[in-house]
């Protein structure tokens, strides 16, 4: 257990919001006093330090990642590109726990934290509480919450309770699959599955056999950017090249007389591959970020088909494209639909992430300490509730090891706002009242005692959310629980 663990907070913020920063440490005292936690800003900088390595260096070693959301944060190119994507990167990893704080009035929503339970309540702008002592308590009383849980942890797990287990002959496979010359491999199911941490174990090998490897998380590009496809080309060009220690030199090889992807494609081809002295694993994860942007992804997906056609070409030019080994990520099944003739989601390997096993879930719980806890008919009772979830049973284990409950009385709490899985749903209500169509289809779900039809494209993005799965072309409640949290709440909405 963690119990003893100062939890280390680092605060990623605008310089022009330093008072709202200062005012909310006042009220993390008293956990500090308690040696709870340990907290670090760019302030606290010695004389003499690198100011950007020991940012870079606390932010790889905290615990817990605040950011300050407000529309100087999202306009720092800093907060947003380095301080931001490399808290997300670890958050998803399982390495940190990240927690948005608005402070100020902004557009955030479809930003890469947008899907993580903000602070203070009903993520309410600091500034639009008539006394702000009272938004600093509440964001204070979250992040003890959150602190709590952390150092109740066992001590051989990540600090954000994120766990691995081998799903065979899944893993095998993937590696195999980038082993192969010009191979694309595609990793797909709902969110929470561990698609992320998959991709961290495909990249991990790629590197044990020499390869290269550059990661992009999709979810971390900026609209302006999505908006002009020029525009995410080149940011594409340029993120590869700096991740290989080479100079963009866009400009040596990006012609106005040709078409966006012929410019990529030659960069690539002449600039970047023959730049390589071993073969390149290159990973897209978040791939559905793109589904909103209709033309974009459209374009792009054919041009990933076109580099995979390319390697298969017994040429100078094939060989170089067989340096290249592409992983796509995504959630579930593509949308919007493509010609198949240039979709590369018909093409390649793909690995579909299905839940634990009732084997699996067992392993899993192995990793905390449930010893006489967790009787072979308790666990039933659990999967009965969560299924194979990776991360509905993540939460279930962590909580049991900070409780003095008893499974049936957890289980009993766990569809309701006082249970062990109250962020998460929380969360996921949030998700469908802020988008009325999929509000509306979820309730025709779960009020139905038989799997029921629904628009493909709403169908799609309620199973990305991992909230149902299909039966033929009809969908049903992905588990027990959301049946019984969701008949209830979006009942009373609707």
Request: hydrophobic share 40%; aromatic share 10%.
């Amino acid at each position: 257990m963690m119990l003893n663990k100062s939890i280390e907070l680092f605060f990623s913020y605008a310089h022009e919001d330093e008072e709202l920063r200062d005012e909310l440490a006042k009220h993390l005292a008293i956990l500090k006093r308690q040696k709870v936690i340990s907290t670090w800003y760019d302030r606290d900088i010695s004389a003499g330090d690198e100011s950007k390595q020991e940012i870079e260096k606390r932010l790889n070693s905290a615990d817990v990642i605040l950011l300050l959301i407000s529309a100087d944060f999202l306009a720092s190119d800093f907060c947003w590109g380095i301080e931001l994507k490399r808290a997300m990167e670890r958050h998803e990893a399982g390495e940190a726990r990240v927690i948005p704080i608005i402070v100020r009035e902004v557009d955030w929503k479809g930003s890469p934290f947008g899907k993580l339970q903000a602070l203070p309540k009903n993520a309410e702008p600091v500034t639009n509480w008539a006394n702000r002592d009272q938004a600093f308590a509440d964001i204070a009383r979250g992040i003890r919450t959150a602190v709590k849980d952390l150092r109740a942890l066992p001590s051989n797990l990540n600090q954000n309770s994120s766990f691995y287990i081998e799903r065979p002959p899944i893993e095998a496979n993937c590696y195999q699959t980038i082993t192969q010359p010009g191979a694309l491999l595609r990793i797909k199911a709902p969110q929470k599955m561990g698609k992320t941490l998959l991709l961290e174990k495909v990249l991990n090998y790629g590197r044990k056999q020499g390869y290269q490897t550059v990661k992009l998380d999709l979810r971390l590009a900026e609209k302006t950017i999505l908006a002009d496809y020029q525009s995410f080309l080149k940011s594409i060009c340029v993120e590869v090249a700096e991740s290989l220690d080479l100079e963009a030199k866009l400009e040596n090889y990006w012609r106005e007389l040709f078409g966006l992807n012929k410019n990529c494609t030659r960069y690539w081809q002449k600039y970047l591959l023959p730049s390589l002295n071993k073969p390149l694993v290159f990973a897209l994860d978040n791939f559905e970020r793109l589904f909103a942007y209709e033309e974009l992804f459209d374009n792009f997906c054919s041009l990933l088909r076109g580099w995979y056609e390319l390697a298969k070409a017994e040429t100078k030019v094939g060989l170089l494209w067989q340096q290249l080994r592409l992983v796509v990520v995504h959630s579930t099944e593509v949308y919007p639909k493509l010609d198949t003739n240039y979709s590369p989601f018909n093409v390649g390997v793909a690995m579909e992430l299905p839940e634990f096993t009732q084997q699996q879930v067992a392993q899993a719980a192995t990793h905390y300490p449930l010893e006489g806890k967790l009787s072979e008919a308790g666990l039933q009772e659990l999967m009965e509730l969560v299924g194979g979830h990776p991360y509905l049973l993540q939460q279930a284990f962590s909580a049991w090891c900070t409780q003095n409950q008893s499974l049936e009385e957890l289980l009993k709490l766990a569809p309701t706002s006082e249970g062990i899985f109250q962020t998460h749903l929380h969360q996921q209500l949030w998700n469908l009242q802020h988008h009325p169509p999929l509000e509306t289809a979820y309730k025709k779900v779960v009020m139905a005692p038989a799997p029921v039809p629904l628009n493909t494209e709403v169908g799609f993005k309620l199973h990305s959310l991992g909230l149902v799965k299909l039966s033929g072309d009809n969908y049903f409640p992905s588990c027990k629980l959301y049946r019984q949290y969701f008949s209830t709440h979006l009942g009373a909405t609707l």
